[in-house]
């Protein structure tokens, strides 16, 4: 196939209209950019595990009012999503490969803080792989990830499927991820599931709640709740609707899964989020998801990078952190094939 085609612009101009590359040769030009920098990764764990130590410490232990210390709460708590985003690229071998001494360090200590945040690797592995592989797939795209279903889907479904298919897409489950999609989805279900397999799950509990404990003792019980509970929770609310965003989003598109393409899923499926720098810092660069899809071997440092070198990746569907995106997002509950849209539930009924 001819890389572009003419377009007529006058009786004697005739310019070249680059046609958009797709599949495996959209993947190929994005390799480039999956080159990780052992200096760039290094710098990054360092710091960021550093600056979330330190707010972390503030949080737990500083000697004043438990009111006085939420503002370290809250710092603490989006320096963890930065650092677990960190633990995300480790897990997908695209930061701290190979066998180098320095990336054979790193691993197991960005490790240890996905413990901390309730990710077990194994399971997070189990699901998140399989959520790349079948992101926006029609049927099959729930593990991983929020169940979506169609009218038709959702028509069929007793009453009580009904209402556990509303408490998932429900912005109360974001709210309290720490509790849903944590403690329960990512820890407890795994491990009562197959102990053997996620026996890491019991580790985060375990860790978890041994921190809980160690606060309480040395620094007293409104140290568990600023330090471990508080920064945990609030990062997992952050986590849950970052996740949730990033493929529940009005330009959103969902594909058959017969006629599913990894390529279309990753550029028209997976949102950018127009965020301040700041918040690319703390969120580490997580918003370029459509860049991530793409090739989940690009480290997050070079996401930026990716799509300012790629056309392709220029025009992607965008949400952001306002009100009025958060309000537009959670009001897509149902895929309706025959509009190629998501609708709300009184949108649905009214066909």
Partial sequence: MDSALPTQISSDIIVEKPVAREGKVLIDASRPFAVENPGSSIWHVASTLTAWAVCFALATALPIAWYARLPFTLLTSLVAVRSFILFHDVMHTAMCRGSALWARVCRPIVSLFGLWILTPPSVWKESHNYHHAHTAKLVGSHIGSYMMLTPAMYAKATPAQQQMYRLLRSPFNVLFGYFTVFLWGMCVGPFIKSQKKHWDALLALGLHFALIALSVHFFGVSAAFTGVIGCVALACAYGAYL?????????????????????????????????????????????????????????????????????????????????????????????????????????????
């Fill in 243 to 351: 996740f949730y965003a990033q493929h529940n989003f009005p330009e959103v598109h969902v594909q058959p899964r017969e006629s599913w393409s990894y390529t279309r899923a990753a550029l028209e499926s997976s949102s950018f989020f127009d965020m301040p720098p700041v918040m690319h810092w703390l969120t580490g660069n997580i918003g370029y998801h459509h860049v991530h899809h793409l090739n989940s071997q690009i480290p997050f440092y070079r996401l930026p990078e990716a799509m300012a070198g790629i056309p392709e990746l220029q025009n992607p569907g965008r949400t952001s952190l306002h009100l009025k995106d958060i309000r537009a997002n959670f009001a897509l509950k149902l895929w309706d094939p025959a509009k190629g849209r998501m609708v709300g539930y009184d949108e649905a009924a009214a066909g």
